[in-house]
């Protein structure tokens, strides 16, 4: 059984122990060379890479920590993710229905007391800022900041959380979002159109805030690292997410130069700020939709101080076509918040969205048919449920479907829908990185009804049945299989 881990280090310990890291001491640069290594190895499920002499710097650098179903369980701290699903399901189960009898209720109350304890626990110094360096000694150029593709405007930091505060209720909000590395003390922030970063600089820029304070933490413990990736609904702290998780609060240390709070057993912490209204040239990035995103404006990050541990390790990822490293990370989400899911939309029996699908692209539903139109619900409700507003194309099928099994969905689809009635077109929001939509962040999606259709939904015929053997005669070959010489 897997644990929770205090930091980066007892990670890559638990890894190297799993017998599932590869140093490599061969010398190698962060400009290509990385990536290409790590590009083949994550896409045939190879181990966690730590290299050890990276050109120009003295830090190592941690590549693929969640590369793989298993490598992902392990740094939640579990064997198989689907005990965090059923984790979250009990407590969404525990806050939504009122318990009955006195001993449920004390029940209820200890769970959300045991809850509560898993908060952010500040602390007055940690690790992560072993070693304090702002004025002239910052030099972003020092860390082994990766170029991944070739048509990379430069060197992106992958793996940051980026912490921020909102400006008018103080909430603390974690994100993870690129950021390419323009000189020694200032950095791009790719905050996309509808990502909380962005509204909390909006409201800066609302209430006259002449700057916004942020901090970026690169490692830390890997559920922590993980919360960054993770869509949660607003108000809900990333923070206590991974205390959850791990079952252990996170600790927390005061920046030595904004006002914000940064996990004490990062690895490095880059303090700093960004201007309401200031923006600068940013990309062309080697992106996880398979395609480069184009150049455009984005934020300014001016980094006032940097800390970091001693001999610190540096923590990156890479994204490209699929399969890659944030396939991993993505899918614990989908698992981790189908039962929020389920909670709005209960006829929901399953969720997939594939590697083929960059997330935001294809959406597989399946569902307990009750009555007609009730997959067309069921799409526009998932356009209007958080991020999901951004999926571009949405599946919806019958519960008996493995929405897992790319064959049958593709059978179901091309032999159930009638195009003319059952592809749903729609306009709405879209990922900033969708490159087809003829102009940013809105377009046209597609929802495809592929249930199985009734009566009442103007059909003129019975459905036919599926083709599927009688249960004794399975049962009958299954006893006598071995008198057939068959292997």
């Not at 059923?86 to 209820?108: C, F, I, T």
């Not at 103080?170 to 996309?192: L, S």
């Not at 940097?306 to 991993?328: F, K, M, Q, S």
């Amino acid at each position: 059984m897997a644990t929770g881990y205090r930091d980066l280090r007892e990670y890559i310990a638990f890894l190297e122990r799993k017998g599932d890291l590869h140093r490599v001491a061969t010398p190698v640069t962060w400009d290509l060379e990385i990536t290409e290594i790590a590009d083949r190895v994550v896409k045939r499920g190879g181990p966690a890479l730590l290299f050890e002499h990276v050109a120009g710097s003295t830090m190592p650098v941690f590549i693929n920590m969640f590369g793989t179903r298993q490598r992902m369980a392990w740094a939640l701290g579990v064997e198989d993710i689907e005990e965090l699903a059923h984790r979250v399901r009990e407590l969404l189960a525990m806050m939504q229905v009122p318990p009955l009898g006195v001993r449920a209720k004390l029940s209820a109350l200890g769970e959300l007391v045991h809850l509560a304890s898993f908060r952010p626990k500040t602390v007055h110094s940690g690790p992560c800022q072993d070693l304090v360096l702002t004025g002239e000694e910052v030099d972003l150029l020092r860390i082994p900041v990766l170029k991944c593709w070739p048509l990379d405007a430069g060197r992106f930091i992958t793996l940051p959380l980026v912490i921020t505060n909102d400006p008018v209720t103080g909430e603390r909000n974690v994100g993870t979002y690129r950021m390419q590395v323009y000189d020694r003390c200032t950095a791009g922030m790719h905050w996309q159109a509808q990502k909380v970063g962005t509204h909390h600089l909006r409201l800066a820029q609302d209430r006259g805030v002449q700057r916004l304070d942020v901090a970026v933490v690169l490692g830390g413990d890997p559920a922590t690292i993980w919360t960054g990736s993770a869509p949660l609904p607003p108000g809900l702290d990333e923070i206590l997410l991974a205390g959850f998780i791990r079952q252990e609060r996170v600790e927390m240390v005061p920046c030595q130069t904004i006002q914000l709070e940064v996990p004490a057993q990062a690895e490095f912490v880059l303090e700093g700020y960004v201007v309401p209204g200031e923006t600068r040239t940013e990309g062309p990035f080697g992106d996880h939709t398979g395609y480069y995103s184009l150049a455009e404006q984005y934020p300014v990050f001016h980094v006032t101080a940097v800390t970091h541990r001693r001999n610190p390790i540096y923590p990156a990822t890479i994204v490209g076509r699929p399969l890659t490293e944030d396939y991993y990370m993505g899918k614990v989400t989908e698992r981790i918040f189908l039962p929020i899911i389920q909670l709005a939309l209960p006829e929901v029996a399953d969720i997939n969205m594939p590697a083929e699908g960059v997330f935001h692209n294809l959406v597989i539903v399946s569902i307990k048919k009750e009555y007609p139109g009730q997959a067309h619900k069921v799409m526009h409700a998932l356009w209007g449920l958080g991020l999901l507003a951004l999926a571009k194309t949405v599946i919806v099928v019958d519960h008996t479907v493995n929405v897992h099994d790319l064959s049958e969905v593709a059978w179901r689809v091309t032999g159930n829908i009638d195009p003319a009635r059952d592809v749903v077109l729609a306009s709405g929001p879209l990922d900033d990185l969708d490159h087809a939509s003829p102009t940013p962040q809105f377009g046209s999606k597609m929802g495809i009804d592929a249930t199985t259709k009734g009566p009442l939904e103007s059909r003129q015929r019975p459905w036919p049945p599926d083709i599927v053997m009688a249960p004794e005669i399975v049962a009958l070959v299954d006893r006598k299989w071995k008198e057939y010489g068959l292997t």
